[in-house]
């Protein structure tokens, strides 16, 4: 008899708190859809601040003007985190053609972030085409040597999630450069990371051997690649051959901050749940779904709890990373401070996939079980606002440092849909025009969901 | 031992069979990302024909070329299925402006779909604006009387799918006009039917009561919607008068055409699952998500079939149905035909959501078990596609006068994201540059591994 009432009781206070936890969703998504001023931050950044690389005058307006705004919105506490970051600057518009004997035809070109320039006239030479690392490995420097090496491995259309496309071919970008440079090439173009057949170059960093030689390195539309490339074919070598000029320059390092908002927790002030984007971003356009949309959700979640009276038990913090495209320093900086203030963290969220419609949540190196639990616990909550795929996969750049600082940390990746991300990533397109006011919304709603869970429910 | 045998070989048929269909899916999405033709197929039609109201020349033009399209595929069958369709005809661009003392300011609108024209001078008259068709009752005629109505309830932001936005708001614009006139009502203008603040109005058609008084009704922008609102309330009547000028005309019905593919069954040639979309569109813009994105996904679908080798039990029929937006004769023609011919029906896929992410299927009217099944059956074979939310909800129009037809058919709805769908539909902004190509062509996978599904498997 008393067993059975005890069940009855666990039965009732897990209805109980199910259904309010259900309530507490729907008022985060209602008061994102109906009072959300995330959109309207982000118009704020892209159209009244712009471009914010590190290092450069938009970065620092960035963080002036997001401590303002968490300061305005009366966070527990706001604050700066100091980091030095690269500054790398592009100099003038680079100029790239394909020479076909006496016939120019202009190409649109950018230098990859953290490229070295071209010597002041520009490097002139024949083109070898590859399609990897292993390829180039393949030809050896008998071929290379002073050569520009053309990687054009195209995105793999067959892919579901455009991330994973990007990931099989990003070597090309991130690495490419260096290799091309151990059998002395001249220089490197590369393919626009992106399935879209445009005519803008997606810039994005490169990463040079540390020990080996340093070569410039651009990144070539995928309409500009496929002419090439088919030119190429027709002609041969001698025939084509490529110029490319670029200005680019590494300034000294220069101070610069992560900016922090923080909900202090009413139970546990001394665990965080930390949520965060970037705030950098390339210097081509106004870094609206990389990352202005990530930070502007991450701030419009602290202000959600703070509208809809939720008072977390555990501190969540907001997180505004500084330098993620070309260093991680923020990240590293952020994870160096964990460690240092023997800080308890519960879970980091990333949001840097771009403010499209969510479709759910990736957690990092977590147990088949763990995941299993996650999906009993959680998926129906998250089901009405269609944000329940609940998977394994990466957590993100910024946050990837805390691991190793706080090794029983959950990271977590927000999953918005991947379509139309890598069309306008790193490119001149990647404006405010392009963000949608619903699906921006709705992803502060879910990550706000999501973290009300844990802080409930703990991971 | 004899059962244990049976049993396991129960068990292996049922994994094998699995297998295969997880191979079959993989095909069929290769097939569409790859070698898919169905966006360049789509920029014909809308770049090189453009709109196709009912009537039209574009119309008749598209039923040429969506003829030709299926011909050169070469489906086992392809033919037109004669219907007579309304032919309404916007006439110039309509003129509206609010009128405040001597001030006109203009205001964008565009007259409902089947409205009658104002007089030639147009009319001019106080407003009365109404949140509700209950509230245009409760007023009755003596304040509603010779005034231009103003329906200006706004989209729900709070729905998650929008369609239930439209849902609730749309009564508005289809039963407003009819329902005003009831009262004695001048002409009517409607908030347009979408949540974001833009300038276009949203045209769409209205219905009128066939016994009562035909008045003429316009769509307003939702910009222009809000400073009317503000106006009325900050000055009141009789100051604020609208003017609005339109010159619409019904002119004899003509003889149109559903276009119809076919791929027959191997096993049972008279059983049908049916996939389509309507080739009309109204005349603003380029149909390209309303519903240029539907009927070229079908086309793909029965083009994916034949290049992946895949032949169907039962037969497979791509419809592109004519005047789904001012009179839905298409639909009701092919119900028809399905019931006079006696055919055999097994299931009808409707895919006019526009050409967005897809993610999942909606059936109408189906008990929970049956959805259950469906979903224990086949949400595995679909999550990888992230297509794997089979729901209960609506078919849609085209399909919907099957039912009557063919009682025993289920009726299904391919529900792509919905977020981005309001915003453009029906204004000068649904354009072919819209269209994201990935997105459209998951969704023509999508529904090319349901329908195999149900070929195989039944339903």
Redesign the interface.
């Known amino acids: 008899m008393k067993k059975t009432l005890l069940f009855i009781t666990f039965l009732f206070t897990a209805f109980t708190l199910k259904a309010q936890d259900s309530l507490m969703i729907r008022k985060f998504?209602?008061e994102a859809?109906?009072n959300g001023q995330c959109y309207e931050n982000l118009r704020y950044l892209c159209k009244n601040i712009g471009p914010r690389l590190s290092g450069s005058e938009g970065a620092q307006k960035s963080v002036v003007w997001s401590k303002k705004l968490m300061d305005g919105y009366g966070f527990d506490k706001v604050y700066l985190q100091e980091v030095m970051v690269p500054h790398w600057v592009r100099g003038a518009k680079e100029q790239g053609y394909i020479i076909d004997g006496k016939t120019r035809i202009p190409v649109a070109i950018a230098a990859l972030g953290m490229s070295v320039a071209t010597p002041k006239e520009g490097i002139t030479a024949n083109v070898v085409e590859v399609q990897s690392l292993k390829e180039l490995e393949t030809l050896g420097e008998s071929v290379i040597k002073g050569k520009i090496v053309f990687f054009n491995r195209a995105f793999d259309?067959?892919f579901?999630?455009?991330g994973q496309a990007y990931g099989t071919a990003g070597d090309q970008r991130f690495a490419g450069p260096a290799a091309a440079a151990k059998y002395g090439a001249a220089g490197v173009i590369v393919r626009s990371l992106t399935?879209?057949l445009d005519n803008y170059p997606h810039t994005g960093a490169t990463g040079y051997d540390p020990k080996g030689n340093n070569i410039p390195a651009a990144a070539i539309s995928t309409i500009a690649a496929n002419k090439l490339s088919s030119m190429l074919k027709l002609r041969k070598l001698p025939l084509i051959k490529f110029y490319f000029k670029q200005s680019c320059q590494h300034l000294p390092d220069v101070k610069s901050y992560n900016v922090v908002g923080e909900i202090t927790g009413t139970q546990y002030p001394n665990k965080f749940i930390t949520v965060g984007g970037h705030l950098d971003s390339w210097d081509l356009a106004e870094g609206a779904h990389d990352d202005g949309t990530g930070v502007m959700q991450s701030a419009e979640i602290l202000r959600i709890f703070k509208a809809t009276g939720y008072r977390p038990k555990n501190s969540v913090r907001a997180v505004f990373f500084m330098n993620e495209e070309n260093g991680h320093k923020g990240g590293l900086k952020y994870a160096e401070l964990a460690a240092t203030n023997k800080e308890e963290h519960i879970a980091a969220i990333e949001t840097d996939e771009g403010g499209f419609?969510p479709?759910g949540f990736s957690f990092e190196g977590v147990s088949g079980s763990f995941l299993k639990e996650v999906n009993q616990n959680w998926k129906k909550l998250l089901e009405?606002?269609?944000v329940d795929?609940l998977v394994a996969g990466g957590g993100g750049t910024d946050i990837g440092p805390l691991k190793e600082a706080v090794p029983s940390i959950i990271l977590i990746g927000f999953r918005p849909?991947s379509?139309?991300y890598f069309?306008i990533h790193h490119t001149p397109n990647d404006v405010f025009e392009n963000v949608?006011?619903?699906?921006l919304e709705?992803g502060a709603g879910s990550i706000a969901a999501l973290i009300y869970l844990i802080d409930q429910h703990g991971l």
């Open positions: 998504f209602d859809l109906v259309p067959r579901i999630e455009t399935e879209a419609t479709r009405p606002y269609e795929r849909d379509q139309r069309d949608n006011k619903r699906e709705l």
